[in-house]
């Protein structure tokens, strides 16, 4: 069989993402720089176009060149003038005409004379517009020219270019492109850091090996807990029996040895009932009824004896129940009520798969958080050296990693947790 490929480890998968992150973002203020810079250019030549052919227009010189019957006296004294103002604005055109729309003035002298390419407002008023002249598309407004006695006698146009306003943005696309740029290798060096610390955490592992190993980890915490727990009650109850055989007192000391005995049984019983039982699950619910009596919660467990064979590993089955049932008992213990206790139920689905349920007699969850719970690093608890906001978040992921489902519920607090049927084992080859 041809090997398979390395799996990308999960610091090169954090690394990809941030860089592809910051390649987007960085395309993005890009796009919007340049917009913005568009958007910008066009209004800056909107305004100079709309002042100065309203400053033009009110120009004594032009005014007394409109009033004079002698176009071309009106163009020698005017285009100088235009041709001057025009260099002095930044602008490609100022065309002074007459009331018809007759140029008096124009950049290209082959021009004058001719009829304004354009919209004359048919009141006395100022319009800006973009149009197609002789000079090509631009943006330009008209300005009404008026006597001080406010008869009208002709326009100005002042206009810029589209083309001009284009060479415009082009001289600032390297400002554009610099910060493009700068982003980006900001959000690499981000990429490269968030690597380096993923991989110090993570080693190469990929992500599911590193879910893997998180699993492990709970599931080991979990069940050394249960497993430390009985042994501390074992050796109580030792410790007593010990002591009465020495006072004498043997019924007694017989009567406790007996107790533990038949406590133990019961839930050994429900856990070998199972055709397809899990060991270290039977071994985390024994323990895990130590841990209880010692916080003093009621430990109730019921188990159906045609509950099928978890889909989970044993590793995986362990960090679920134990996450389930730690979050029970720390609810119970932080009850007021006097009556605390936590219950764990198998049995099967409809379907074939499992059902677990662990439920108790804690505050519960509000409504609002009953999603945000499941989230990475969310807790309703203070952080400590447990890892608060790491087991739920893991228990999701483990449970919909093999296809099944996990939900909260109130009055009383019940996690449920829906496992599809175990498919069967495919023996190696």
């Given at each position: 069989?041809a090997?398979?490929?390395?799996?990308?480890?999960?610091?090169?998968?954090?690394?990809?993402?941030?860089?592809?992150?910051?390649v987007?973002?960085?395309?993005?203020v890009?796009?919007?720089?340049?917009?913005?810079?568009?958007r910008s250019?066009r209004a800056?030549?909107?305004r100079?176009?709309?002042a100065?052919?309203?400053a033009?227009?009110?120009?004594?010189?032009?005014?007394?060149?409109?009033?004079?019957?002698?176009?071309?006296a009106?163009?020698?004294?005017?285009?100088?003038?235009?041709?001057?103002?025009?260099?002095?604005?930044?602008?490609?055109?100022?065309?002074v005409?007459t009331?018809?729309?007759t140029?008096?003035?124009?950049?290209?002298d082959?021009?004058i004379?001719?009829?304004?390419?354009?919209?004359?407002?048919s009141?006395s008023r100022t319009?800006t517009?973009?149009f197609?002249?002789t000079?090509?598309?631009?943006?330009?407004t008209?300005?009404?020219?008026?006597?001080p006695?406010?008869?009208?006698i002709g326009w100005v146009?002042?206009?810029?270019t589209t083309?001009?306003?284009?060479?415009?943005?082009?001289?600032?696309?390297?400002?554009?492109?610099?910060i493009?740029?700068?982003l980006?290798?900001?959000?690499v060096?981000?990429?490269?850091?968030?690597?380096r610390?993923?991989?110090?955490?993570?080693?190469d592992?990929?992500?599911g090996q590193?879910?893997?190993?998180?699993?492990?980890?709970?599931?080991?915490?979990?069940l050394?807990?249960?497993?430390?727990a009985q042994?501390?009650e074992?050796?109580?109850r030792?410790?007593?029996?010990v002591a009465?055989?020495?006072?004498?007192?043997?019924?007694?000391a017989?009567?406790?040895?007996?107790?533990?005995?038949?406590?133990?049984?019961?839930?050994v019983d429900?856990?070998t009932?199972?055709?397809?039982g899990?060991?270290?699950?039977?071994?985390?619910?024994?323990g895990?009824?130590?841990?209880a009596?010692?916080?003093?919660?009621d430990?109730?467990?019921?188990?159906?004896?045609?509950?099928?064979?978890?889909?989970?590993?044993?590793?995986?089955?362990?960090?679920?129940?134990?996450n389930?049932?730690?979050n029970?008992?720390?609810?119970a213990?932080?009850?007021?009520?006097?009556?605390?206790?936590?219950r764990?139920?198998?049995?099967?689905?409809?379907?074939?798969?499992?059902?677990?349920?662990?439920?108790d007699?804690?505050?519960?969850?509000?409504?609002?958080?009953q999603?945000?719970?499941?989230?990475?690093?969310?807790?309703?608890k203070?952080?400590?050296?447990?890892?608060r906001?790491?087991?739920?978040?893991?228990?999701?992921?483990?449970?919909?990693?093999?296809g099944g489902?996990v939900?909260v519920?109130?009055?009383?607090?019940?996690?449920?947790?829906?496992?599809?049927?175990?498919?069967?084992r495919?023996p190696?080859?």
């Amino acid at each position: 069989m041809a090997p398979t490929s390395r799996a990308r480890s999960t610091a090169s998968r954090v690394f990809v993402v941030l860089l592809v992150a910051a390649v987007v973002i960085g395309a993005l203020v890009a796009v919007f720089l340049v917009a913005e810079a568009q958007r910008s250019i066009r209004a800056e030549a909107e305004r100079v176009t709309a002042a100065t052919a309203v400053a033009f227009a009110s120009s004594p010189l032009v005014v007394d060149g409109l009033r004079s019957s002698e176009h071309a006296a009106a163009t020698r004294e005017l285009e100088p003038y235009s041709l001057e103002v025009i260099a002095g604005a930044g602008l490609d055109f100022i065309t002074v005409m007459t009331l018809d729309g007759t140029r008096i003035t124009h950049p290209d002298d082959d021009q004058i004379g001719g009829i304004y390419l354009g919209t004359i407002p048919s009141t006395s008023r100022t319009l800006t517009e973009e149009f197609t002249g002789t000079l090509g598309p631009s943006i330009r407004t008209i300005a009404p020219v008026t006597t001080p006695d406010g008869d009208l006698i002709g326009w100005v146009a002042a206009g810029v270019t589209t083309e001009s306003i284009t060479d415009t943005l082009i001289r600032r696309l390297p400002l554009t492109l610099g910060i493009t740029i700068g982003l980006i290798a900001l959000g690499v060096g981000l990429a490269v850091i968030a690597r380096r610390v993923t991989r110090r955490i993570a080693g190469d592992l990929p992500p599911g090996q590193l879910r893997d190993a998180v699993s492990s980890y709970e599931s080991i915490r979990t069940l050394g807990e249960a497993l430390r727990a009985q042994t501390h009650e074992h050796g109580n109850r030792m410790h007593a029996a010990v002591a009465l055989l020495e006072l004498g007192r043997r019924d007694e000391a017989i009567e406790i040895l007996t107790e533990t005995s038949r406590q133990s049984q019961s839930l050994v019983d429900q856990v070998t009932a199972r055709g397809h039982g899990d060991p270290a699950v039977g071994a985390l619910l024994l323990g895990k009824a130590s841990q209880a009596k010692e916080r003093g919660i009621d430990w109730r467990v019921h188990i159906e004896p045609d509950t099928p064979r978890t889909p989970l590993s044993p590793v995986d089955a362990v960090s679920v129940l134990g996450n389930l049932v730690d979050n029970a008992m720390d609810a119970a213990a932080d009850s007021d009520s006097e009556d605390r206790w936590v219950r764990v139920s198998l049995h099967p689905s409809d379907d074939g798969g499992i059902v677990l349920e662990v439920s108790d007699s804690g505050p519960g969850v509000p409504p609002l958080l009953q999603e945000r719970i499941f989230d990475q690093g969310y807790s309703t608890k203070p952080a400590d050296g447990n890892g608060r906001g790491i087991g739920l978040a893991l228990v999701r992921s483990v449970v919909t990693s093999a296809g099944g489902s996990v939900t909260v519920s109130d009055d009383p607090t019940m996690f449920r947790v829906v496992l599809p049927r175990a498919q069967s084992r495919r023996p190696p080859t």
